[in-house]
């Protein structure tokens, strides 16, 4: 696992460091494979985006908008595997502030974040790679990485103490996402048929289920057309919860042959299926390939919050989802063993959990 790998297997650079000292061409290390690179997929059509969903029609006194709601989120997991909520109960002060107070961390002076540098043992903390095979193709990102959920990994004493409201942030801003989260769940879990607490209970209940929190900065690029913010992949846990700069787009979704670059709203969230989902629906839900375009002229903070099973947890179809029409899917297995195929596997260039079909049969 994980915990046996002490250190990088090469020394780190941080990229913010390489945008502020001006270089106008990029490291090859960064440079992406030609059909990998930002210019080489089809355009989108410019007036493509993922569903936006306003959440208040899920309380309404009216139970067809409540119905219609509901629908709307089930048919944007069903053929998207993304959606964007708004009126979703998160306060957008609290997410405004949050973000600002990230950014300041990463505009703070360079030993000031190496005191939080993370290692490959633990993840958690300062970074600037994901991946510990050698001489892999490096993402032009640095990011924060923290544990909410369980409570007996959640160490504070490791998250940053500037700017001085950032644990306190970081603590309100992450129980509020999993309280969103809860509620998502369980419009999933009935618009699946299934009883409204089955997912949650499937992740391992609210007290043993995982949280964790990726705080992306993005710094300028001189050479954003042959780069990534963060290459191509599909989410392995179980829903994500991204709040993005509504100012400097970067997302792209996979749809088909097409890259569609979202718009995010103000105050909204993205939200995307992860492959326990895409397992625990007999792949009704469908967890999609993403990633990250950078910018020449911007920098761009994002807030990736992860709600995953635990660890030990046996995820496969619920049985309610299975029929001679609709046969499994998936075997069997832990979160924590899907984990670790993913990263013996490597990159395979689609949704990770597709290519589990062909092991579990």
Known sequence: MMSTVQAWPEP???????????IQIIPDRYVKKPADQPGAAAAA???ANIPVIDMEGLSSSDAEVRRRTAALIDQACREWGFFQVVNHGVSSDLMARSREAWREFFQLPLAEKQSYANSPATYE?????????????LDWSDYFFLHFLPIGLRDENKWPTLPVSCR????????????????????????LGLREEYLVEAFGGEEELGACMRVNYYPKCPQPERTLGLS???DPGGMTVLYSDENVSGLQVRRGATWITVKPHPNTFIVNIGDQLQILSNANYKSVEHRVIV???????????FYNPKGDMVIKPAEELVSPEQPLRYSPTTYNDYRLYIRMKGPCGKSQVD?????SQ
């Open 168 to 191: 306190e942030l970081a603590a309100e801003y992450s129980r509020q996402v999993v309280e969103l989260c809860g509620k998502l769940m369980k419009i999933l879990a009935r618009n």
């Open 232 to 234: 191509s992949h599909s």
């Open 295 to 305: 910018n020449s002229a911007k920098e761009r903070v994002s807030l990736a919050f």
């Open 45 to 47: 059509s410019e007036g």
């Open 355 to 359: 290519s589990l079909k062909s092991i």
């Open 125 to 137: 903390g300062y970074g600037s790679r994901l991946g510990v095979e050698k001489g892999i193709s």
């Open 12 to 22: 780190v650079i941080r990229v913010q460091h390489l945008s502020d000292s001006g």
